[in-house]
C-alpha cells in the first residue's frame, strides 16, 4: 500500500449531487465563516456547493480589492477543477502572493502545485515542488510548512519502499505538532497505519485501526472506510483472510461509488490478494481484471499493478488463454515503462535532493558540536555548579523557614494550652490564644450613622452567631449573616469593621481558623481527619482554602502544626 492516501491534502472527492446554495445566501457571511463552509462542503465531497462557494468568495475578495483574500479564494478555487485549471489558479495565487508581505509564501504555491501533480499522478513534478517548498518553509522558519512538505516527502518515501523512514517522519509529527489542524493529523494518523503494515509492526498498525474505525463508525462513512481498507490490508498481512475479505468487500461497496480512485483501486488489490490466499483464483483476477478496467478509464498508476498483471498473465498462460494472456502483457509493457520512469526518477531524486540535504547538515552539526566540546563542558560544569549552589541555598533557607515554623506552631500549641488552663470554665470554642485573638486593634468610637442600640443589637446577633459555631456553616456570607441578625449589609460590614477591626471574609476566616487551632489541639479524632475533610466541617469549599487561611491566621503551615501537636502526644503518653 505504498501510495495510498498520500493525497489527501486536496480534499476528498466522493459522491456528490446537492443543489448550491444560491450566490445571495452567501451575502451574510464574513471571510472567516465562508472559508469554514467551503472546508466543511469540500471534505463532505459536496464538491458543487464547495465550488460556488469558492466562486463567490473570489469575486467578493476582488470586489473588495482584498489581496489577501484574493489569493485565499484562488486556493479555494483550484481544489476541484482538472490539472490544467487548478495550475492556472495556482498561478495567479502566485501573482497576487508578490503584492503580499506573508510569511507563508513562496513556500504555498510551491506546496499546492505538489498537491496538484500529486492528483493527477504526477510523483516527478511533485517531489521537486515538495523540495523547494520544503526550502523556503525552512528561510521562513514556518514549522506547519516545514511539517506539510515533510510528510508529504515522507509519503513520498512509502512509495518508493523506504517504510521505515517515512514511519519515523510521520510518528514524529502526530505527536509533537500542535500547529497542523485535526484533519492534517488524521491524515498523518492514516498513513502511519499504513507504514507500520509495510514494516511489519503489526500491534502498532492494529492499535490505530482501531481507534480510527471507532472513532469514525456512524460519524464519518469516508474515513470509517479508509480505516476498513487498512484492516483489510492488516489481516492480509496476519494471514486472518478471511477477516480480510469481509472488511474489504465492505469497503469495495463503498468505494465503488465514489470518485476515490485511489481506495477504489486498493481495495481491489487487498481483496484480490486475499482471495488468492484462500485459493479462489477466479475471484482474485474478477478483482485484477476491475482494476485494468479503472485503469483505462483513469490512469490512475500504483507499484503494485506490476503484481497485477504478473498474476493475470500467469492466470491466463495456466488456462492456456493465449488471446488474453498476450492481452495483459502489453498492458504490462506500457504500464510498467510508465511505473519504471516515475519510480526511478523519484527513487534517485528523493536521497539526492532531500536525504544527502539532512546528512550534510547532519555533518556539518556533529563537527561543530566537537569543536565546541570543551565550550559546552565548561559552561555545563558551571551551570551545575551554579545550581548546586542554588539548590544548597535553598535546602537551608528551607530548613531555617521549617525551624522558625516548629517554633510558632510550639508557642501556638503552648497558648493553646494556657488558654485552657486559664479558661477551664468557658467552652472550648473562646478558648483561643491571646496573641492570636487579639491581633487587630478594635476602635470602640460609636458609628454617627447608627445608633447606639441598633449598635448593641448588631453587636449582640454577631454574639449569638459565634456562641452558635454558625460561622462553621458553608456559604455564609455578608448578606446571609445581615439577613439572620435582621439588619442591612452595610450597617454589619460598618459594625464589623469599627468593633472587630476587620473586614467581613477576615472576620470570618479568624473564627473558623481559632477553632480550628484549638479543636485540632484537642480533640485527636478531629487531628486524624483528612485535611479535606476537616476543610469541610470548618465551612471552606476547598482544602487549598483552608490552609492558605491557616497560614495567614497563625504564621505557620496546618502541616507543621499538626505534627507539632503529635510531637506532644506522644511524649506526655
Known amino acids: 500500500m505504498k501510495i495510498i492516501f498520500f493525497l489527501l491534502l486536496i480534499g476528498y472527492n466522493f459522491s456528490y449531487a446537492q443543489t448550491a446554495a444560491s450566490a445571495e445566501s452567501l451575502k451574510e457571511y464574513t471571510y472567516e465563516e465562508l472559508q469554514e463552509k467551503f472546508y466543511d462542503y469540500n471534505y463532505a465531497g459536496r464538491s458543487d456547493k464547495s465550488k ?29 477543477e482538472n490539472k490544467e485549471n487548478a495550475l492556472k489558479y495556482i498561478d495567479s495565487m502566485s501573482i497576487i502572493a508578490k503584492k503580499l508581505n506573508e510569511n507563508i ?70 505527536n509533537n505538532a500542535d500547529y497542523l ?61 478471511h477477516n480480510a475479505i469481509g472488511n474489504l468487500l465492505e469497503s469495495k461497496k463503498y468505494f465503488l461509488t465514489t470518485d476515490d ?12 490478494q486475499s482471495y488468492d490466499k484462500v485459493q479462489l483464483k477466479d475471484k482474485a483476477v474478477q478483482c485484477f481484471v476491475e482494476i485494468d478496467s479503472l485503469l483505462q478509464k483513469n490512469d490512475y498508476v500504483f507499484p503494485e499493478l506490476r503484481i497485477v498483471y504478473t498474476y493475470l498473465i500467469n492466470y491466463y498462460k495456466e488456462k492456456n488463454n493465449k488471446e488474453t494472456q498476450l492481452f495483459y502483457i502489453e498492458r504490462f509493457l506500457k504500464i510498467d515503462q510508465l511505473l519504471d520512469a516515475q519510480f526511478r526518477y523519484v527513487s534517485r531524486e528523493l536521497p539526492r535532493q532531500y536525504d544527502t540535504p539532512k546528512l550534510l547538515k547532519e555533518k556539518d552539526s556533529i563537527i561543530n558540536e566537537l569543536e565546541n566540546k570543551k565550550i559546552f563542558f565548561i559552561l555545563s560544569l558551571c551551570t551545575l555548579l551554579l545550581i548546586l549552589s542554588l539548590l544548597i541555598f535553598l ?18 500549641i503552648l497558648s493553646v494550652n494556657d488558654s485552657t488552663v ?48 454558625q460561622f462553621l456553616n458553608k456559604g455564609v456570607t455578608l448578606g446571609s449573616l445581615a439577613k439572620k441578625i435582621r439588619t442591612n449589609t452595610r450597617y454589619l460590614s460598618e459594625i464589623i469593621n469599627t468593633h472587630k477591626g476587620k473586614n467581613f471574609a477576615a472576620y470570618l476566616n479568624d473564627l473558623r481558623i481559632d477553632y480550628a487551632i484549638n479543636r485540632l489541639a484537642h480533640d485527636k479524632k478531629f487531628r486524624s481527619y483528612k485535611v479535606p475533610s476537616i476543610a469541610e466541617e470548618l465551612g471552606y469549599n476547598n482544602e487549598q482554602a483552608f490552609t492558605l487561611a491557616f497560614k495567614k491566621r497563625t504564621g505557620t503551615p496546618l502541616s507543621i502544626y499538626l505534627k507539632e501537636i503529635e510531637k506532644l502526644a506522644d511524649t506526655e503518653n
Open 52 to 80: 460556488q462557494i469558492a466562486q463567490y468568495y473570489l469575486a467578493k475578495a476582488k470586489k473588495e480589492k482584498n489581496n489577501s483574500q484574493i489569493a485565499e479564494g484562488y486556493a479555494f478555487m483550484y481544489v476541484n
Open 105 to 174: 509564501y513562496p513556500t504555498r504555491i510551491y506546496l499546492l502545485r505538489a498537491n496538484v501533480f500529486l492528483k493527477f499522478n504526477n510523483q516527478k513534478e511533485a517531489l521537486d515542488n515538495y523540495i523547494l517548498g520544503l526550502k523556503y518553509a525552512k528561510q521562513k522558519n514556518n514549522k506547519r510548512q516545514i511539517a506539510l512538505a515533510e510528510t508529504n516527502i515522507a509519503y513520498l518515501n512509502n512509495f518508493i519502499g523506504k517504510h521505515a523512514e517515512a514511519a519515523t517522519v510521520l510518528r514524529s509529527y502526530m
Open 181 to 241: 489542524n485535526a484533519n492534517e493529523i488524521e491524515k498523518i494518523r492514516v498513513n502511519l497505519a499504513d507504514t507500520y503494515i509495510e514494516i511489519n509492526k503489526l500491534d502498532s498498525a492494529t492499535l490505530l485501526i482501531n481507534k480510527g474505525l471507532e472513532v469514525f463508525k456512524n460519524k464519518d462513512p469516508y474515513r470509517y472506510h479508509q480505516y476498513l481498507t487498512l484492516a483489510g490490508f492488516n489481516n492480509l498481512k496476519l494471514k486472518k483472510y
Open 261 to 272: 480512485e485511489r481506495n477504489k483501486n486498493y481495495t481491489l488489490f487487498y481483496l484480490g
Open 395 to 412: 535546602y537551608h533557607k528551607s530548613k531555617k523557614a521549617e525551624k522558625r515554623y516548629q517554633k510558632i506552631a510550639q508557642d501556638l
Open 422 to 469: 486559664k479558661n477551664e470554665t468557658k467552652p472550648e470554642k473562646e478558648m483561643i490564644p491571646d496573641h492570636i485573638h487579639d491581633q487587630a486593634v478594635i476602635n470602640h468610637k460609636p458609628i454617627k450613622t447608627i445608633s447606639e442600640d441598633l449598635t448593641q443589637a448588631i453587636l449582640k446577633g454577631l454574639r449569638n452567631f459565634e456562641a452558635k459555631e
